[in-house]
Each structure stands twice: as C-alpha cells, then as structure tokens.
C-alpha cells in the first residue's frame, strides 16, 4: 500500500519569530518513504534539522515578519495491514523495566497520575495485567470521552478530560496513558497521520492524530482510546511523554495560526 501525506499550514507573525517544528515523519518510518520527503517554508528561509532527545526530528527556523507557509508532502509505503494485537502481551514488573523505559512512569505535564492513581486502581485493579488491562483502559476511556474539536483546549489534561468528558484525540491519548501508567505499564504519546484508510469517511476535517504506545513484554504497541479497534495507515511523526514534548511546532514569540490542512490518502501504486 501507499499512502500519501502532506499539510500546509501557515502562521502569521508581526515580527520575525525563531521556532522550532516537528513535523517530519519519525526515523522509524523513514525507510518506507518513496523518493522523499520535502517540507518547504515560504518565503524560503533556512530550516536546520536536529534529534531531540526523544529521537524526533525537529527543525529550527526564523519565520520572518509578516508569517511563514510550511508545506510538507511524501509518499510512504505501508504494510496495509491493521495495528498489532497481541493479547498474551504481558505487563512487565516495575523493577524488571529496562531504565530507560522508567520515564514513561512518571508524571508529566498533561498526564498527572497523582490525581488519577486512585480510579486507576478502583476501575483496574481487578483486570487482567498486561493486553486486558490496557485495552480495559482504552474502552473505558472510550466511552467516558465524547469527541468534538469544538472540545479541543491546549491546556487540557488526562484530569481536565476526564471530569468534562470531553475532547480530542489528544484527550483520549492523554487519559488513556496516564491510567495505563498508575497501573504501573509505561506508555507514551504518538503523534502523526492517520487517515480514513479501511474504514467509512469520517465527518471531520482531516488532521494530525494522537494515540499512545504501551510497553508490553520487552517492546512497545501501539494503542487507540479514541477509535479502540485496530486501524490500517499509521505514519508516526513523534513520540514523547505527552503532548508537550511533540509540538508540532513552537514559536519564541507571538504568532498565530492561518492555515491549517493534513492530507493521508491511501493511493495506487504506480
């Protein structure tokens, strides 16, 4: 399968601003891109490219006054099949976790496990460890959180989301890793494409999409609390603790959004 991605998106700014953006298709992928990926600002200034320390690709440029157009496109060759299930996964002991894997444990600025370890463990705690606990998390989320942009707030956490009962992709993202992480399985934020690719049209503009990674038996899976079933055409851009540490772009002084559009469409092979 291939699959076709690309945005444009553009900021308007009344003075030249630095910023930083991630909107590169992660290292994992970038074998499965064909030819490749080409991300332009107009007017054409300089974008430098580095890894965070979450192995992201980041890019830094200086929009001049007046705003900046970022364009991106690539094809991506994809397996075409559905996201991973292994339901004999199993949850691996706190203190059996590789040491880098302790950081997806923890608190973080949109996931506050202190203020959710106590309906983690009254609504977990009797699941099956491993695959049935996550997936327990993930229905549950599910149906606590209704979907709508008019939802969506930056400033949103797992907590905020879980007492207004609703969000976006993020939210359910957000919620569902932060369960997962008082029960004690590492989990962190994904980001990237994820269009209506094996399932009916959905009746929303197309967007980047959030989902989380769980760590199960030695190695990371991914997991969706908003849509819960597997789904054909992930193209993974970042990974990090929350959604903070995957920005798809931030900006050292004032800017604001003007343009906004995400394409991932499967198309035929040539």
């Known amino acids: ?25 992660h290292p994992s992928r970038r074998h499965d891109i064909i030819g490749a990926e080409t991300i332009v600002a107009e007017p054409d200034v300089p974008i430098r490219y580095y890894n965070d320390s979450f192995g992201n690709i980041c890019g830094r440029l200086i929009a001049p006054t007046g705003g900046v157009a970022l364009r991106g496109n690539a094809l991506v060759r994809d397996s075409g099949r559905p996201d991973e299930v292994a339901e004999d996964a199993e949850q691996i002991p706190i ?48 149906e ?23 969000g976006v992709c993020r939210d359910f993202a957000h919620l569902a890793l932060t369960l997962c992480r008082c029960m004690g399985i590492p989990a962190r934020y994904c980001t990237g494409y994820l269009g209506d690719i094996g399932i009916p049209p959905e009746p929303f503009p197309m967007d980047f999409s959030g989902w989380f990674e769980a ?28 959604a903070a540490d995957v920005a798809l772009s931030t900006s050292f002084g004032r800017m604001n959004l003007a343009k906004f559009s995400v394409v991932s469409d499967e198309v035929t092979a040539a």
């Open 95 to 142: 203190e059996q976790l590789p040491d880098d894997v302790i950081l997806y444990l923890m608190a973080s600025r949109y996931c506050e496990t202190d203020k959710l370890a106590d309906l983690a463990w009254s609504q977990f705690g009797n699941t099956r460890p491993g695959w049935a606990r996550v997936m327990a998390i993930c229905r549950y989320v599910n």
């Open 144 to 166: 606590r959180i209704t979907f709508g942009y008019e939802h969506a707030h930056h400033m949103k956490s797992a907590f905020d989301a879980h007492a207004q009962r609703s």
């Open 215 to 242: 760590y199960l038996s030695g190695r990371w899976y991914t997991f969706d609390a908003r849509h819960v079933v597997p789904r054909i055409g992930r193209i993974l851009m970042a990974t990090g603790r929350d």
């Open 1 to 25: 399968m291939h699959i076709k991605v690309g945005f444009d998106i553009a900021y308007a700014a009344p003075q030249a601003t630095p910023m930083v953006i991630m909107l590169s298709i």
